[in-house]
């Protein structure tokens, strides 16, 4: 049997440097003192940036923070096995972290939202170590935070994209979406923003893809975002939709497109109602409509063409669409049996109050792309326990009841 420890310490440097995430290198180097000494060690704060830049747009600053979506496997599982074989007993399990680079500490968040957890078990494990876990980052996203005198909060909740140029953490690009729907970039080498001006419609998603940039507007209207603010038309609209999606799954990037139908709160009909409820019912249609997705439609990009292509089938994928970020997982590393669904974040299930104790999850909905079913993720056992609550095989003799603990890798 070959003796992996020999590998010559210039292939070792050439692997590490093709790793995708520092999580990745810390595991890397986890393997034999060999391989520990050959790799130079992730710096804990390189997602750390500048502390603070113009806020758009006005005049007062904002710090920007990153946040990681992993699935953790149970370390018991056997690497050959596909499928969840006992149903209570998943053997994967999907989170958010945010990272404190000085400490290690972290918070967990909901994976889809930007919520976080009001608590952990009892007995969840204070620290967690990520080596004791097969260890896969889904996706990433970094949310931008006003800082004043008194308070830090969120400056806008539009997604937000970042490329760090040439591996250097301190010369990076900013891209997301202006309260106005235009286009916005921060370049840290000029330290200011810069409004682009091409919107024929409001945008709807930003991504980075293969290195560029990528938006697509609220018609299906898609282009690459040059560095120089130029826009390049990839993609011609897709009307039908209500809402727009890009997502990068398995390399391969998809437009995924949301229909919305408006549907009453219960109790709010207006039949037996005189003209002053109706009057009021207009002044505040928020509180009595909710907006409740009912269907999906995903399509492939045809380069050449510059078109959006309809795809029936996502084989063995799902997608998953959050607040601030999309990614997608084979039914292989999220252990579940079925592919070919789309798992979405959805506030109509939220305002219906599911009744199940998983409050963690009841805003998130399920859409299965072969049959057209679609519901809440309390509804698809599968599914739903890839989120809440922790597997049992998270958890440790060591207590903990705060959602912050100290991540060790």
């Known amino acids: 049997m070959a003796d992996w420890t020999q590998l010559p310490k210039e292939l070792l440097e050439l692997i590490s440097k093709r790793l995708g995430t520092h999580y990745d290198v810390i595991r890397f180097r986890s393997v034999c003192s060999t391989w520990r000494s050959a790799v130079t060690a992730p710096n804990r704060c390189r997602n750390r940036f500048a502390p603070r830049f113009p806020l758009l747009p006005i005049s007062s600053q904002f710090s920007l923070s ?20 006992n149903a209570s007993s998943p053997s994967s399990w999907v989170i958010k972290i945010e990272e404190d680079p000085m400490n290690g500490r972290v918070q967990l968040l909901n994976p889809l939202s930007r919520s976080r957890f009001d608590s952990l078990p009892d007995n969840f494990p204070k620290p967690l170590n990520l080596l004791d876990f097969r260890v896969l980052e889904l996706g990433e996203e970094y949310v931008l935070h006003y800082l004043t005198h008194h308070s830090v909060g969120n400056l806008y909740m539009e997604k937000v994209v970042l490329s760090c140029l040439d591996d250097n ?56 975002v040059g560095l120089d603010f130029e826009t390049n ?49 207009f002044e505040n249609l928020a509180l009595y409509m909710n907006e409740r997705t009912i269907k999906f439609k995903v399509f492939k990009l045809d380069d050449v063409g510059k078109q959006w292509v309809e795809a029936k089938d996502l084989d063995d994928r799902v997608l998953f669409l959050g607040d601030g970020c999309t990614f ?36 998130v909905g399920v859409f299965d792309l072969e049959s057209g079913s679609i519901g809440p993720l309390t509804k698809f056992p599968q599914f739903s326990e890839l989120f809440w609550p922790p597997p049992h095989w998270i958890s440790s003799t060591t207590a903990s009841d705060v959602s912050i603990f100290v991540l060790q890798c």
């Not at 609209?237 to 997502?247: I, S």
């Not at 437009?255 to 009453?264: A, G, K, N, R």
């Not at 070919?340 to 999850?361: K, R």
């Open 66 to 85: 990153k946040r990681s979506v992993f699935l953790l496997g149970s370390p018991t599982r056997s690497p050959t096995t596909s499928t969840q074989t």
């Open 169 to 224: 953490v301190n010369d990076f690009i900013i891209l997301t979406i202006h309260v106005s729907g235009k286009l916005a970039m921060f370049k840290s080498s000029v330290k200011k923003w810069a409004i682009i001006q091409d919107m024929p419609s409001p945008f709807d998603d930003v991504i980075l893809y293969k290195g560029n940039f990528y938006a697509v507007d609220n018609t299906g209207r898609t282009v690459v």
């Open 233 to 281: 038309l990839i993609a011609m609209p897709v009307f039908g939709g209500d809402k727009k999606f890009l997502v990068d799954s398995k390399g391969e990037l998809l437009l995924v497109d949301m229909y919305l139908s408006i549907e009453s709160e219960p109790g709010s009909s207006s039949s037996s109602a005189g003209f002053g409820f109706v009057e009021e019912y």
């Open 328 to 363: 997608s997982a084979s039914i292989e590393d999220l252990s579940v049996c079925r592919g070919n669904c789309i798992i979405y974040v959805d506030n109509f299930f939220y305002s219906l109050g599911e009744e199940d104790g998983a409050s963690e999850h009841c805003d």
